[in-house]
């Protein structure tokens, strides 16, 4: 438990609740100091739960109020608004192939949120799954060879987020429309020395320019352009 005087913010965690798998968390918090709502302080509780031995999870969310900034369009510098209470309930599926690893040359990753709000200004999609299938083969006791494909998709009736660019991140607009179901892919494909050093060129985005570029799938952070990356990776310690 966190309890600051002056604020009076505070943050009250619980894990495993009475031995039970479920997370419980309470916070309050100062609007961010940029949104000049200071005085305000919205408050969120949320309960996480895992079901099914980690392969289905519950979590709540209650807002009393949020932060939001809200637009017209692209260029309204927009003004900072406090919206009314919200919620959240989210489903979250990974299929038993994620958690268990088979140790065999390909594996297959999937997950899938559902997500509800009572509030459009949450702006986060109803339906999200995720995929990742990897496959390797054996050049010499010391070299791998690998191939691998990660994939988003989502679907549903979401508001679209609106960038502002004169102030650097995301916002809500009541005229932004809906987002259409889509997905973006990423292949890549590598040489893995020893398991210690692996090097990778990595087509992200794929298909990025098939959807419309104001998509973002995390909070403040939006889907980068397609590009061909090289990199380079090296474990310097277990």
């Known amino acids: 438990m966190k309890y600051h005087v002056a604020s009076g913010n505070y943050q009250l965690t619980v894990k495993n609740l009475f031995y039970a798998p479920l997370d419980v968390t ?5 609007a961010p100091f940029w949104s000049g709502q200071e005085v305000l302080q919205p408050s969120m509780f949320s309960a996480f739960m895992w079901l099914a031995k980690g392969r289905l999870t519950l979590r709540y969310e209650d807002y009393s109020k949020r932060n939001l ?22 489903v979250r599926w990974v299929s038993p192939f994620s958690l268990e690893k088979t140790g065999k040359a390909s594996h297959l990753d999937v997950a899938a ?7 459009p200004e ?9 995929a990742a ?31 502002v660019p004169e102030r650097g991140q995301f916002a809500y607009s009541p005229n932004s429309g809906t987002i259409a179901p889509n997905g973006i892919v990423t292949p890549l494909a590598g040489v893995r020395f020893k398991k210690e050093a692996e ?26 352009a397609a590009a061909v990356l090289f990199e380079g990776r090296w474990r310097m310690f277990n």
């Open 26 to 30: 309470a916070e309050r918090n100062y």
């Open 69 to 90: 900034l809200v637009v017209q369009n692209a260029e309204d510098l927009g003004v900072w608004t406090a919206t009314p209470a919200s919620q959240l309930v989210r």
């Open 113 to 119: 949120n559902f997500t509800w709000t009572s509030a």
């Open 122 to 130: 949450l702006m986060m999609p109803p339906l999200m799954l995720k």
């Open 133 to 163: 299938w990897d496959r390797q083969w054996n050049i010499n006791p010391n070299t791998q060879f690998f191939i691998a494909l990660e994939a988003i998709g989502w679907a549903g009736r979401w508001a679209r987020p609106v960038y």
């Open 199 to 224: 090097f990778l060129v990595k087509f992200q985005n794929a298909n990025q320019g098939w959807i419309p570029n104001t998509i973002f799938l995390a909070e403040n952070y939006p889907v980068a």
